[in-house]
């Protein structure tokens, strides 16, 4: 029987550390790109719903439009993390600052589709809605800048 246990239970504070830092790397610079990928994907299927039922004619160039900026965005924020996460992370956390920017990238795909007649306006709620599970004071604000990128937009 071997007396070490078994358990990813690290006593060294230094191995702990690393630990953590290997985690933060996998969720920010592998994790949340995918899944920023996957809701893109989704947002540009909402985007060709709306072309073809919300308005009278459908115009195809409109969701290819987005399609390229978005995945353009999604690649070049995925290769920024992938790259920069180590070297920014005593600064800034890049995987914040990307989680904040979608807000802005939501806000011009409202605008393309109809600006305050979209009814994808509840895109500003997904961001706050998958920061609730943080903290209150992160929450809030992204809850701020997704009012105040709505207040640009109307504007």
Do not use: C
Not at 13 to 22: G, I, S
């Amino acid at each position: 029987m071997d007396p070490e246990p078994s358990s990813r239970f690290l006593l060294d504070p230094e191995q702990t550390e690393h630990e953590k830092r290997l985690r933060e790397r996998q969720f920010h610079a592998i994790d949340v790109p995918r899944l920023r990928i996957l809701g893109l994907v989704i947002l540009t299927l909402l985007v060709i719903f709306h072309e073809v039922f919300a308005s009278g004619e459908t115009d195809w160039r409109l969701p290819l439009r987005i399609a390229v900026v978005l995945f353009s965005y999604a690649l070049a924020s995925w290769a920024v993390l992938y790259f920069f996460f180590e070297r920014a992370k005593p600064r800034m956390n890049l995987g914040t600052l990307f989680l904040a920017l979608d807000i802005p990238a939501f806000v011009w795909v409202i605008y393309q589709t109809g600006a305050d007649n979209s009814w994808l306006f509840f895109l500003l709620y997904i961001r706050v809605a998958d920061q609730t599970n943080t903290t209150f004071r992160r929450a809030l604000g992204f809850s701020h800048v997704a009012i105040a990128s709505y207040g640009l937009l109307i504007l």
